[in-house]
């Protein structure tokens, strides 16, 4: 079964501090993402992947970078740690198509900046 | 670009009951749509997909979406809610379809399903 695995389900940090967030996958996909999810607003996307040492910028990149340096394994290093970036962190990934591949999910990592 | 639109934050009904929960899109091309769902403390689940095949697209759990493209929706139900049912559901449009594609979403707020017993 397809399986997307986020290493930490809950973590606290302190603000100022760097912080890296996992996600590796076990289906050979090509695509993987970086979602923020907050109360009200659903998902964002902060960044994906489409290729080994490829990125590109979602609709949120600020404050945040990646990191996709083998094919199933997918970083997202917050640089500096802030407040505002207490969320919950969601990781996914597709197999390159035309659109009509479903992303699969890790179950997430809820993030506390304090 | 493409957008999601789901009406209704919340959505609480009882048990047995009809579960209708809305979905509108924006595209400028015949898209490709999603439902997940997200139980407590998990991840997105997929619940089904519709890719340009019959209209009427079964998931499951008893789920189905259907798409009408005069009405750009693609509303999803269920006959009879259970207890078991009561999560957040997502409603999501692909970025390119029929053209090439990163596998980018674009998601809806979120409906919150409560189930009363």
């Known amino acids: 079964d397809v399986k997307v695995t986020q290493s930490s389900r809950y973590l606290v940090k302190r603000t100022g501090e760097k912080v890296f967030l996992e996600c590796v996958q076990d289906?050979?996909?090509?695509?993987m993402f970086w979602y923020r999810q907050d109360p009200g607003l659903g998902l964002r996307l902060i960044y994906f992947s489409y290729d080994v040492k490829m990125k590109e910028k979602g609709d949120i990149p600020e404050g945040y970078s990646v990191s996709r340096e083998k094919k199933e394994r997918f970083s997202l290093i917050l640089e500096s740690a802030s407040t505002n970036q207490t969320s919950m962190y969601l990781c996914?990934?597709?197999?390159?198509?035309?659109?009509?591949?479903?992303?699969?999910f890790g179950d997430g990592t809820r993030l506390s900046i304090l | 670009a493409q957008s999601v639109t789901q009406l209704g934050s919340h959505v609480s009904v009882s048990e047995g009951a009809l579960v209708l929960l809305r979905c509108n899109y924006s595209?400028?091309?015949?898209?490709?749509l999603f439902w997940y769902v997200q139980y407590p403390n998990q991840g997105l689940q997929l619940l089904l997909k519709?890719?340009?095949?019959?209209?009427l697209v079964k998931g499951i759990n008893g789920f189905e979406a259907e798409f009408k493209k005069s009405e750009t929706s693609f509303h999803l139900t269920k006959p009879s809610a259970h207890m078991s049912d009561a999560a957040e559901y997502f409603c999501?449009?692909?970025?390119?379809?029929?053209?090439?594609?990163?596998?980018?979403?674009?998601f809806g707020q979120g409906t919150i399903l409560t189930v009363h017993p």
């Open positions: 996914a990934s597709t197999r390159r198509g035309v659109g009509n591949q479903p992303q699969h």
């Open positions: 289906m050979d996909h090509e695509n």
């Open positions: 519709y890719t340009s095949a019959a209209t």
């Open positions: 999501a449009v692909s970025e390119a379809a029929g053209g090439t594609s990163y596998g980018k979403l674009t």
């Open positions: 595209s400028s091309v015949p898209p490709y």
